[in-house]
Each structure stands twice: as C-alpha cells, then as structure tokens.
C-alpha cells in the first residue's frame, strides 16, 4: 500500500496540539480592518482552536500529524 499524500495547503495552515486539537490562524484578519469594531481585531489575535467538526476535516488533509 502506498503512503497516503498530506495537503500542502493544510500543512503550512494548521498545526496539531499534543492533547491532538487543530490550531489555525484567525478568518477574517486580511483586510477591510477599519469596518471591524475595536472588540473583533482584540478577540481575533493569535490562533484560535477549530470547532470539532472542522478538525475532523482537517486531520483528514494530514493522515500523518496525529
């Protein structure tokens, strides 16, 4: 059986924690910063941990990162 090939895109977006959580960046950050309220850029700082349902999807771009 051949390996399984990782996403490109999903390796330099997502990192796996040890307790086997996904980490990615904030959505919505790239531009149009001066119609976002002063409370959304605070709360979107750093990384945000993806839902359940998201991760699944994820993990299963990266059979390797578990």
Known sequence: MPKMKTKSSAK???KVTASGRVKAGQAGKRHGMIKRTTKFI???RGTQVLSKPDE???KSYMP???
């Open 12 to 14: 330099k977006r997502f």
């Open 42 to 44: 605070r709360d979107a």
């Open 56 to 58: 699944k999807i994820v």
């Open 64 to 66: 390797y990162a578990r």
